[in-house]
């Protein structure tokens, strides 16, 4: 599976961004997860839709202020981002698993596929 992640960009803090996640394989087999990373930081998880789109899980950090979601006929996931702070800015990577259990989706070593990340940058 190869992912192709997209929609990053430099926006003001209360801003919007959508960044998308396109899948080469069929989006519907599998979990797919956002996560982020900034320098010197490990890689943290932002949200995940589980296969078939039958949950939604998002870290307290962006609960409230991201929706994931996806389109099965683009195999394309979306994360969409409103009310963006400064502390958002991060390299944005989405991953795919066709295996991850529930109590695994916020884990970085539960993803086997990667994109290459797109980068988010919000300026106060």
């Known amino acids: 599976v190869q992912l192709q992640a997209s929609g990053g960009g430099s926006v003001q803090a209360g801003g919007s961004l959508r960044l998308s996640c396109a899948a080469s394989?069929?989006?519907?087999?599998?979990?797919v997860a956002w996560f982020r990373q900034t320098a010197g930081k490990e890689r943290e998880f932002v949200a995940a839709?589980?296969?078939?789109?039958?949950?939604?899980h998002y870290s307290d950090s962006v609960e409230g202020r991201c929706t994931i979601s996806r389109d099965n006929a683009k195999n394309t996931v979306y994360l969409q981002m409103n009310s963006l702070k400064p502390e958002d800015t991060a390299v944005y990577y989405c991953?795919?698993?066709?295996?991850?259990?529930?109590?695994?989706?916020?884990?970085?070593?539960?993803?086997?596929?990667w994109g290459q990340g797109t980068q988010v940058t919000v300026s106060s």
């Open positions: 991953a795919a698993s066709t295996t991850v259990i529930l109590s695994r989706v916020r884990q970085v070593d539960a993803y086997g596929f």
């Open positions: 394989g069929r989006t519907n087999s599998m979990t």
């Open positions: 839709s589980r296969r078939g789109g039958s949950s939604m």
